[in-house]
């Protein structure tokens, strides 16, 4: 005679239902966080790589960086086929990899959607004006001044790059910054404040070393005297004097 052969009762799988719930609405939220950490560690690697590449270029030219743009500035929409050479474009020979300078996590996406650099890869990284074009001397859109990489008198205070960007790699637009609040644009130009990881940004420094700060802390929270400011040009003061202002050489850290 054969024994008897128990099912589970209803209670019984819904008890373990429950529990196999109860373990997913803990660890999902933990894998999200890993992963989204491991996309702030990669883009954290893009911004040393970047770094280098920059300093690199400067051991080349005499201690000088480059200026976050050279040649015709005047327009947005413009890259090298108008005669715009941003710094991203003048130091592709030292990364010879374009895919680093797409952050994984951007808020904007892998590519540019619409406009003249629709289907362009987005770059997600900006130079601040104040190591990109420090004294401000150009009212022509045509020749920003670089700056020499032993000006600042703090250089792992100083960042030399910062997350922003919606527009395409080698264009105008989003190619420099301000302010270390902007992720797009600029105030009156459709400002867009959105933290790229975990309420913060990722920053490369001028000694290149590249770490994370929340909104509230580091490049975020400085305030410089703001002694010095240059003499009104025609693209003096996109963002106001305030923390986190990073437009000319008197925001130096």
Same mark, same amino acid.
């Given at each position: 005679m054969f024994p008897s052969r128990r099912g589970f009762t209803l209670i019984e799988l819904l008890v373990v239902i429950a529990i196999i719930a109860i373990l997913a609405s803990i660890l999902f939220p933990v894998f999200s966080r890993a992963r989204a950490k491991a996309r702030q560690t990669a883009c954290l690697s893009n911004m040393k790589q970047l770094a280098l590449a920059l300093n690199m270029y400067a051991q080349d030219y &005499?201690?000088?960086?480059?200026?976050?743009?050279f040649g015709a500035t005047g327009n947005s929409d413009n890259c090298a086929s108008q005669g715009a050479y941003t710094? &991203?474009?003048?130091? !592709?020979?030292?990364?010879?990899?374009? !895919?680093?300078?797409?952050?994984?996590?951007?808020?904007?996406?892998? =590519?540019?959607?619409?406009?003249? &650099?629709?289907?362009?890869?987005v770059r997600s990284y900006a130079m601040p004006r104040y190591v990109g074009d420090p004294y401000?001397?150009?009212?022509?859109?045509? $020749?920003?001044?670089?700056?020499?990489?032993?000006?600042?008198?703090?250089?792992?205070? =100083?960042?030399?790059?910062?997350?922003k960007g919606q527009r395409g790699i080698g264009y105008v637009g989003d190619a420099t910054a301000e302010s270390f609040q902007q992720s797009h644009s600029c105030t009156g130009q459709g400002l867009k =404040?959105?933290?790229?990881?975990?309420?913060?940004?990722?920053? $490369?420094?001028? &000694?290149?070393?590249?770490?994370?700060?929340?909104?509230? $802390?580091?490049?975020?929270?400085?305030?410089? $005297?703001?002694?010095g400011e240059p003499p009104?040009?025609?693209? !003096? !003061?996109?963002?106001?004097?305030?923390?986190?202002?990073?437009?000319w050489a008197?925001?130096?850290?």
């Open positions: &005499d201690g000088v960086l480059p200026a976050w743009c710094w &991203d474009a003048v130091v !592709q020979p030292y990364t010879k990899n374009i !895919q680093i300078l797409t952050c994984p996590d951007s808020p904007f996406g892998r =590519t540019v959607s619409g406009g003249a &650099d629709n289907g362009v890869a401000g001397t150009s009212n022509a859109g045509m $020749a920003y001044a670089d700056c020499s990489i032993d000006l600042p008198p703090h250089p792992s205070d =100083t960042v030399l790059l910062m997350e =404040t959105d933290p790229y990881h975990n309420g913060g940004k990722n920053f $490369a420094f001028l &000694d290149g070393h590249a770490k994370w700060y929340n909104e509230t $802390a580091g490049p975020f929270s400085v305030l410089t $005297a703001g002694i009104a040009v025609s693209h !003096q !003061q996109y963002e106001k004097h305030v923390a986190g202002h990073c437009e008197s925001d130096w850290p």
